[in-house]
């Protein structure tokens, strides 16, 4: 949220305050000397912005557009302090700026920082911990936003659970504003002094065209891809850019005291009704994020009327002045809080008492966080050097990044010694434990650990492997094995089909065969259009169209992909474009082998066998919940001759019970995609099952 402050100051104090040294050549003599007009009104619209966001979160679960009123406060109160600061001294101190900034940013983003990693040691699953450690990082780098956005449109990570970080995405889109916003109006005045414009009106100039460009493209991004234009600072810029303008127009306007009664009680009724209306976390940030911020915007231009009907009377009370002054730090704290109660509580939403009880935590913490950390380095720094300053405020940091360091450390050597592990076949034998005489292996830790489950991947995909994300259009190419192998087997297909690589590859590597593999998340080889929600999935028709050019110039043996799709909601089923596409492969003289889909477990397996252990029933699920009881491919009549059919299910679900952990080792790093450790298990199997259909 906005730099901690209080509207018992000059305006200017309430973002960064603003440096006091002279240019060497001396201000612009023509300029005034600007002194900024005290606007108490602030700090109450502050306490109704972030009292929604709680709320929202805690008793809703939805998100309120309270967010948003702190994007536009921060670009109305951080562009009038430069552009104050221009017209009084000249130029701007960029290490006054920003060491200021660091001094009342950091100590407490620190502070809820190394608070948030305690926590997850104590309270939350181990299957979470690499992900808060992560979520840590970039929390203090200011670059969560992206963190986020990289991962929500990762398909394999679409069933993450929620980081008690998360809302620190809007604190980094802040961040990279001031890092951002000097240098452009700096550039911008350097540029007006030389064509001889006044650097106010070019500034305004130039925040226009910011606010256009970005808003254009919000509303484009959001309507191709909302998730990650929800976190994207380009999308979100134009908010900002708004409330710059609006600091330098605001000067410009002088509105009788009735319009600007009805303009308060305007824009206080739309700034409480925004998250009620609209749904929020579907719809932002296009042009419709411009509800929230223009009911802001309305509220700071009625200003403070002195009407007793005005609705300034309730925002420049002391009880809503106070709460804004807590808003910085009770934004910070609500969130983890929240999150940590519905992890110990086992809950979705808070029930009424117990989102009181994170309330009344949050702001305990909150009170406690100002006093001690916000006014005490304030008051500790203030006559202390910038770089000084600015170096107390990063000294925050070290400990967090200290500790998210060291524990990172050790989970990674502790990981290496658990792979070794698992080499180990007697101890950890998998899914081949399923066709020993008494099917059951030596008592044995669970490899994968689930704190370690969801970077159990194969390295197809892993950061920089073959496996292509939503916005791909070409195939990624994994080739393995010799070029001139006898044998060539393609993988082809969505993520179900991805998993199964791990398996293949050390199925070839032992018979010498070659694998090559084109996968893409969320991507049916179909001939058939594919839907992410209610719109096409284009990129995925291309990606398609180009495996195909691919199969064409190889082209391989025998091709492996998924051969129905399994579904709690629509069953089981053999799509008519997966027949289609095995018909065109047939034309082609490239041979099919077709793998049953693994069953979808409801739950995530990780987090049920941290909490109740693996061999517990609640970690267990019915096969006929998402699988057919025959399979449908038996039955579908268009099926070329030279297509095969492999089913594995008995690896999956032995005795119709499909368990979290079979052999000793961790099926499932979410509802549905297998460990790499357990397709590894699988290599013998597979092997087997490809021999035995094509007579290698």
Same mark, same amino acid.
């Given at each position: 949220?906005? $730099?901690?402050?209080?509207?018992?100051k000059p305006l200017q104090n309430?973002?960064?305050?603003?440096?006091?040294?002279?240019?060497?050549?001396?201000?612009?003599?023509?300029?005034?000397?600007?002194?900024?007009? =005290?606007?108490?009104?602030?700090?109450?619209?502050?306490?109704?912005?972030?009292?929604?966001?709680?709320?929202?979160?805690?008793?809703? /679960?939805?998100?309120?557009?309270?967010?948003?009123?702190?994007?536009?406060?921060?670009?109305?109160?951080?562009?009038?302090?430069?552009?104050?600061?221009?017209?009084?001294?000249?130029?701007?101190?960029?290490?006054?700026?920003?060491?200021?900034?660091?001094?009342?940013?950091?100590?407490?983003?620190?502070?809820?920082?190394?608070?948030?990693?305690?926590?997850t040691a104590l309270w939350l699953?181990?299957?979470?911990?690499?992900?808060?450690?992560?979520?840590?990082?970039?929390? $203090?780098?200011?670059?969560?936003?992206?963190?986020? !956005?990289?991962?929500?449109?990762?398909?394999?990570?679409?069933?993450?659970?929620?980081?008690?970080?998360?809302?620190?995405?809007?604190?980094?889109?802040?961040?990279?504003?001031?890092?951002?916003? +000097?240098?452009?109006?700096?550039?911008?005045?350097?540029?007006?002094?030389?064509?001889?414009?006044?650097?106010?009106?070019?500034?305004?100039?130039?925040?226009?065209?910011?606010?256009?460009?970005? @808003?254009?493209?919000?509303?484009?991004?959001?309507?191709?891809?909302?998730?990650?234009?929800?976190?994207?600072?380009?999308? &979100?810029?134009?908010?900002?850019?708004?409330?710059?303008?609006?600091? @330098?127009?605001?000067?410009?306007?002088?509105?009788?005291?009735?319009?600007?009664?009805?303009?308060?009680?305007?824009?206080? !009724?739309?700034?409480?009704?925004?998250?009620?209306?609209?749904?929020?976390?579907?719809?932002?940030?296009?042009?419709? $994020?411009?509800?929230?911020?223009?009911?802001?915007?309305?509220?700071?231009?009625?200003?403070?009327?002195?009407?007793?009907?005005?609705?300034?009377?309730?925002?420049?009370?002391?009880?809503?002045?106070?709460?804004?002054?807590?808003?910085?730090? #009770?934004?910070?704290?609500?969130?983890?809080?929240?999150?940590?109660?519905?992890?110990?509580?086992?809950?979705?939403?808070?029930?009424?008492?117990?989102?009181?009880?994170?309330?009344?935590?949050?702001?305990?913490?909150?009170?406690?966080?100002?006093? @001690?950390?916000?006014?005490?380095?304030?008051?500790?720094?203030?006559?202390?050097?910038?770089y000084a300053t600015a170096a107390?405020?990063?000294?925050? #940091?070290? +400990?967090?990044?200290?500790?998210?360091?060291?524990?990172?450390?050790?989970?990674?050597?502790?990981?290496?010694?658990?792979?070794?592990?698992? *080499?180990?076949?007697?101890?950890?034998?998998?899914?081949?434990?399923?066709?020993?005489?008494?099917?059951?292996?030596?008592?044995?830790?669970? #490899?994968?650990?689930?704190?370690? $489950?969801?970077?159990?991947?194969?390295?197809?995909?892993?950061?920089?492997?073959?496996?292509?994300?939503?916005?791909?259009?070409?195939?990624?190419?994994?080739?393995?094995?010799?070029?001139?192998?006898?044998?060539?087997?393609?993988?082809?297909?969505?993520?179900?089909?991805? =998993?199964?690589?791990?398996?293949?590859?050390?199925?070839?590597?032992?018979?010498?065969?070659?694998?090559?593999?084109?996968?893409?998340?969320?991507?049916?080889?179909?001939?058939?259009?594919?839907?992410?929600?209610?719109? *096409?999935?284009?990129?995925?028709?291309?990606?398609?169209?180009?495996?195909?050019?691919?199969?064409?110039?190889?082209?391989?043996?025998?091709?492996?992909?998924?051969?129905?799709?399994?579904?709690?909601?629509?069953?089981?089923?053999? #799509?008519?474009?997966?027949?289609?596409?095995?018909?065109?492969?047939?034309?082609?003289?490239?041979?099919?082998?077709?793998?049953?889909?693994?069953? &979808?477990?409801?739950?995530?397996?990780?987090?049920?066998?941290?909490?109740?252990?693996?061999?517990?029933?609640?970690?267990?699920?019915?096969?006929?919940?998402? @699988?057919?009881?025959?399979?449908?491919?038996?039955?579908?009549?268009?099926? +070329?001759?030279?297509?095969?059919?492999?089913?594995?299910?008995?690896?999956?679900?032995?005795?119709?019970?499909?368990?979290?952990?079979? /052999?000793?080792?961790?099926?499932?790093?979410?509802?549905?995609?297998?460990?790499?450790?357990?397709?590894?298990?699988?290599?013998?199997?597979?092997?087997?099952?490809?021999?035995?259909?094509?007579?290698?």
């Amino acid at each position: 949220m906005t $730099a901690p402050s209080s509207t018992s100051k000059p305006l200017q104090n309430h973002g960064t305050p603003s440096p006091a040294s002279r240019a060497p050549h001396g201000p612009d003599p023509a300029a005034a000397r600007p002194r900024a007009q =005290h606007r108490p009104e602030i700090e109450g619209l502050r306490a109704v912005a972030v009292i929604l966001i709680v709320a929202y979160h805690v008793w809703l /679960g939805r998100v309120s557009g309270g967010v948003d009123v702190f994007l536009l406060l921060t670009g109305f109160l951080i562009t009038g302090s430069l552009v104050r600061t221009v017209e009084r001294d000249g130029w701007i101190r960029f290490s006054a700026f920003w060491g200021r900034l660091l001094a009342r940013l950091t100590p407490p983003v620190g502070v809820v920082l190394l608070g948030v990693l305690v926590a997850t040691a104590l309270w939350l699953p181990e299957s979470r911990w690499r992900d808060v450690i992560a979520d840590t990082v970039a929390a $203090a780098l200011y670059v969560e936003n992206w963190h986020l !956005a990289t991962n929500a449109v990762d398909y394999l990570a679409r069933d993450d659970a929620v980081s008690p970080l998360q809302h620190f995405w809007s604190l980094s889109i802040q961040g990279q504003f001031y890092l951002l916003w +000097p240098l452009l109006v700096t550039l911008v005045v350097v540029l007006a002094r030389w064509r001889g414009w006044s650097p106010r009106t070019a500034i305004g100039a130039a925040l226009s065209v910011v606010l256009l460009v970005s @808003l254009t493209y919000s509303v484009w991004s959001t309507a191709v891809d909302q998730t990650w234009a929800y976190f994207d600072t380009g999308a &979100r810029l134009w908010e900002l850019a708004l409330g710059g303008l609006l600091s @330098l127009a605001l000067p410009l306007l002088s509105l009788p005291v009735r319009p600007r009664v009805v303009l308060g009680w305007l824009g206080l !009724a739309g700034l409480v009704s925004c998250g009620l209306v609209l749904q929020v976390s579907t719809l932002f940030p296009g042009w419709i $994020a411009l509800w929230p911020t223009g009911a802001a915007a309305l509220v700071i231009v009625a200003g403070v009327t002195g009407h007793r009907l005005g609705a300034d009377r309730i925002l420049v009370a002391r009880p809503l002045a106070y709460v804004g002054s807590l808003s910085y730090s #009770l934004y910070l704290w609500h969130w983890p809080v929240l999150v940590v109660y519905l992890e110990v509580a086992n809950r979705a939403v808070a029930s009424l008492h117990g989102g009181l009880v994170v309330i009344a935590v949050s702001v305990l913490l909150s009170v406690a966080t100002k006093w @001690l950390v916000e006014d005490g380095v304030r008051h500790l720094t203030r006559r202390w050097a910038v770089y000084a300053t600015a170096a107390a405020g990063l000294a925050f #940091l070290l +400990p967090a990044m200290t500790v998210a360091g060291g524990w990172a450390t050790h989970l990674d050597r502790a990981e290496a010694e658990r792979q070794r592990l698992a *080499e180990d076949r007697d101890l950890y034998p998998g899914a081949t434990v399923v066709d020993w005489r008494d099917g059951t292996a030596p008592e044995a830790p669970v #490899l994968p650990r689930p704190a370690d $489950a969801r970077g159990d991947l194969g390295e197809n995909e892993r950061p920089g492997g073959c496996h292509e994300s939503f916005e791909g259009t070409r195939a990624s190419v994994c080739d393995d094995g010799p070029a001139d192998a006898e044998h060539t087997i393609a993988l082809v297909g969505q993520s179900h089909a991805a =998993h199964w690589y791990t398996a293949l590859r050390d199925a070839a590597e032992a018979q010498g065969w070659r694998l090559v593999t084109m996968t893409k998340g969320a991507c049916q080889f179909s001939t058939e259009p594919s839907w992410r929600g209610e719109d *096409e999935y284009v990129e995925c028709g291309e990606w398609n169209t180009d495996v195909m050019r691919q199969l064409t110039d190889l082209p391989p043996d025998v091709l492996v992909t998924t051969a129905t799709r399994s579904s709690p909601g629509n069953g089981e089923q053999v #799509l008519d474009g997966y027949v289609d596409r095995w018909r065109e492969l047939d034309a082609m003289g490239v041979d099919v082998i077709g793998i049953r889909d693994t069953p &979808r477990m409801g739950m995530s397996p990780p987090d049920c066998v941290a909490d109740n252990g693996a061999t517990s029933p609640e970690c267990e699920t019915d096969i006929t919940r998402s @699988l057919a009881e025959v399979p449908p491919y038996a039955e579908e009549p268009a099926v +070329p001759e030279s297509m095969e059919f492999v089913d594995l299910t008995d690896y999956f679900c032995p005795d119709g019970r499909c368990p979290s952990v079979i /052999g000793n080792v961790l099926v499932y790093y979410d509802d549905s995609h297998i460990t790499a450790t357990y397709s590894a298990t699988l290599a013998p199997i597979v092997s087997a099952e490809i021999q035995r259909v094509t007579g290698w």
